[in-house]
C-alpha cells in the first residue's frame, strides 16, 4: 500500500516558477513508476510525464516542452515537478499518481495510487 501527497501548490504569476513535491508513504516506493497529471476547470484530465522507480528514465507529454522537469529522491520517498515558464492555461489541480507500469500512467487508466492533489493557479 502506497500513500501520496502532493504539496507546493500556490498561486504564481505568468512566467513564474514552481516546484511541487510529492510525498510518499508505505512500502517499495522506489518499486513504483510515479507520474503527474493535471485536472484544469471543466477539462478532462491530462497527462503530464513520469519517472521510473530508479529515477534514470523520465518521460513526457509533447505539451511540456522543456517548461516541466520531474526528478525523483527515493531515501526521501519524494518525486517532484519543477515547472517554469508557466502560463495562466497551466492552471489546474495536479496530482501526483504511482503504478508498476508505465504504460498505465502514460494510458491514464487502472492506476494503483493517486494522490489528492494541489492547486496551481497562474495569474495573467
Known amino acids: 500500500q502506497v500513500q501520496l501527497q502532493e504539496s507546493g501548490g500556490g498561486l504564481v504569476q505568468n512566467g513564474g516558477s514552481l516546484r511541487l513535491s510529492c510525498t510518499a508513504s508505505?512500502?517499495?516506493?522506489?518499486?513504483?513508476?510515479t507520474g503527474w497529471f493535471r485536472q484544469a476547470p471543466g477539462k478532462d484530465r491530462e497527462y503530464i510525464g513520469y519517472?521510473?522507480?530508479?529515477?534514470?528514465?523520465?518521460s513526457y507529454a509533447s505539451f511540456v516542452k522543456g517548461r516541466f522537469t520531474i526528478s525523483r529522491a527515493n531515501a526521501e520517498n519524494t518525486v517532484t515537478l519543477q515547472m517554469n515558464s508557466l502560463k495562466p492555461e497551466d492552471t489546474a489541480v495536479y496530482f501526483c499518481?504511482?503504478?508498476?507500469?508505465?504504460?498505465?500512467?502514460?494510458?491514464?487508466?487502472?492506476?494503483?495510487?493517486w494522490g489528492k492533489g494541489t492547486l496551481v493557479t497562474v495569474s495573467s
Open positions: 508505505g512500502r517499495d516506493f522506489s518499486a513504483y513508476t
Open positions: 499518481a504511482a503504478d508498476r507500469t508505465a504504460g498505465a500512467l502514460v494510458d491514464g487508466r487502472d492506476i494503483e495510487y
Open positions: 519517472v521510473t522507480g530508479s529515477g534514470l528514465t523520465t
